[in-house]
């Protein structure tokens, strides 16, 4: 059995005191416009090894204010779009702060109920697609991700009072394959929860919406292929033939591609998944499973 030099041993523990006491000081250091630049830098190529970064951040004084004023301070270059490489990668470090903060199951809820994450918008309603911005809608993307990846009920109760399924939808139909993937992600999440499938059923214009960009989208990756995209799309599909009134709609407007499995072979090749889920779909729009005639329930049918 391994045995540790127990002259090791004091060096080790005196090198993580040494390092916690950096920690400190970098999130210290942010409440001060001539340290902040550096401590945003270091935290943020940290913060995977820092477990409790977000709960450090979320309870020192005059961290949380910090943070969000590096974003609202941006907004001014946004529309017209004239941040720096140097400026979007100082906001990209504050927002990866964020993120660790929304993410940790101690902070999340005060994270939620602060609504920091409607401070992203701005960034996500920006359309400009040169590298700099969509690397901001990536950044802005991926505090939402890191949300919804929780499964949390109350994630999704948060996120269906803003947004966010409209602003996905643009950059799904509009962005580059980063982005429209994380942005399928999110909507496939929201759909996973019965709230959310719920939320984008309930309505002939939202369902509409919805079914339109994911069908652009097929008709996108028939062109060029992306299997990780291609899952979250064929995701989203197969959680919407779980509805009832849905799954009616979907026997009318499911792209051809998808009902054809060679269509996508070459994914389907590197993916089982995705070959499990078209065969799901299939079976679900084939049941015969009554749907929700219920007075008031409008038909998701195009009229």
Not at 92 to 100: E, F, G, P, S
Not at 250 to 265: E, V
Not at 287 to 298: E, K, L, R, T
Request: glycine share 4%; charged share 20%; net charge neutral.
């Amino acid at each position: 059995m391994f045995k540790m030099d127990p002259v090791q041993m004091p060096q080790q523990l005196t090198q993580a005191a040494h390092d916690r006491e950096k920690v400190i000081q970098w999130i210290v250091d942010l409440c001060n416009t001539e340290t902040r630049e550096n401590a945003l830098s270091e935290l943020s190529s940290r913060r995977d090894i820092i477990h409790d970064l977000g709960p450090l951040l979320w309870h020192t004084t005059g961290t949380i204010a910090a943070l969000l004023f590096e974003i609202v301070s941006t907004y001014q270059y946004v529309n017209p779009p004239t941040m720096s490489l140097q400026q979007v990668t100082r906001l990209c470090n504050a927002l990866a702060l964020l993120q660790c903060v929304g993410a940790h199951p101690d902070t999340r809820s005060q994270f939620l109920k602060a609504q920091i994450p409607l401070y992203m918008y701005p960034f996500l309603h920006n359309a400009n697609k040169c590298r700099n911005f969509e690397h901001l809608r990536l950044t802005s993307l991926g505090v939402i991700g890191a949300l919804v990846k929780t499964e949390e009920q109350e994630v999704i109760t948060f996120l269906l009072t803003t947004e966010i399924i409209p602003l996905c939808l643009r950059i799904m139909e509009t962005g580059f394959e980063l982005t429209k993937t994380l942005s399928t992600f999110i909507l496939q999440k929201i759909l996973m929860d019965d709230n959310g499938l719920s939320y984008i059923c309930q309505t002939y214009d939202r369902f509409s919406h919805v079914a339109l960009i994911l069908g652009k989208m097929v008709l996108a990756l028939e062109r060029e292929p992306s299997t990780r995209l291609l899952r979250h799309v064929v995701g989203c599909y197969v959680r919407l033939s779980e509805n009832s009134r849905a799954r009616e709609a979907l026997r009318q407007c499911l792209p051809d591609q998808l009902k054809d499995m060679s269509t996508f072979s070459d994914c389907l090749a590197r993916d089982q998944t995705i070959a499990a889920w078209l065969l799901l779909l299939k079976n679900n729009l084939e049941s015969v499973m009554p749907i929700d005639v219920s007075p008031g329930v409008p038909s998701l049918v195009k009229p």
